[in-house]
T-cell receptor
Framework: DQQVKQNSPSLSVQEGRISILNCDYT??????FLWYKKYPAEGPTFLIS?????DKNEDGRFTVFLNKSAKHLSLHIVPSQPGDSAVYFC????????????FGKGTKLSVKP | DVKVTQSSRYLVKRTGEKVFLECVQD?????MFWYRQDPGLGLRLIYF???????EKGDIPEGYSVSREKKERFSLILESASTNQTSMYLC??????????????FGPGTRLTVL
């Protein structure tokens, strides 16, 4: 059973607009969440994270929001740029995951010029 | 600068061959991981290791084994490669095993094709 779900396999956005990538989780004991970005033929790179004691974390154009009651997090990219086109993975840890990261299946973001 | 390297970027092997994928990290991390990435399936954990000579099965260990003789090196072994093992293989490492704040650093990946 999937503990971390990214229900949108793909998302297409116009350059300059906001991209919103969503992630849901089922394990209420997860206490740390991460977003990774992956280009084709490269390994994932860490983008931004958030602890469960916060509800928002911002880094430049990237903001992650956490809604613990809904077990939902989202990544906002503003403004979106063509170089943001990649697959984005949501990941969670804590709650019996043995320190491992539990990954979602990813969302492919395409930013059109 | 943190670095995880993998021995090959692209590899083509025949069915039944024994395949070794090597991963080296220079960050003195205790934890190392092997994943495979397939379209629509995300990152699936094959094996992981918390220390030298230690290994733990992940979600999809069947058909794979691992070896960790040195802290910096974690090898993935396909004992008898099959076509369904054609995939992107990703190695990762992280610093501590008992903290939830454990960002993993990934290597560039090995695209393995089994014919």
């Amino acid at each position: 059973d999937q503990q971390v779900k990214q229900n949108s396999p793909s998302l297409s956005v116009q350059e300059g607009r906001i991209s919103i990538l969503n992630c849901d989780y089922t394990n209420s004991m997860f206490d740390y969440f991460l977003w990774y970005k992956k280009y084709p033929a490269e390994g994932p790179t860490f983008l931004i994270s958030i602890s469960s004691i916060k509800d928002k974390n911002e880094d430049g154009r990237f903001t992650v929001f956490l809604n613990k009651s809904a077990k939902h997090l989202s990544l906002h990219i503003v403004p979106s740029q063509p170089g943001d086109s990649a697959v984005y993975f949501c990941a969670a840890s804590g709650g019996g995951s043995q320190g491992n990261l539990i990954f979602g299946k990813g969302t492919k973001l395409s930013v059109k010029p | 600068d943190v670095k995880v390297t993998q021995s090959s970027r692209y590899l083509v092997k025949r069915t039944g061959e024994k395949v070794f994928l090597e991963c080296v990290q220079d960050m003195d991390h205790e934890n190392m991981f092997w994943y495979r990435q397939d379209p629509g399936l995300g990152l699936r954990l094959i094996y992981f290791s918390y220390d030298v000579k230690m290994k733990e099965k992940g979600d999809i260990p069947e058909g794979y084994s691992v070896s960790r003789e040195k802290k910096e090196r974690f090898s993935l072994i396909l004992e008898s490669a099959s076509t369904n093992q054609t995939s992107m293989y990703l190695c990762a490492s992280s610093l501590v095993s008992d903290s939830p704040y454990n960002e993993q650093f990934f290597g560039p990946g090995t695209r393995l094709t089994v014919l």
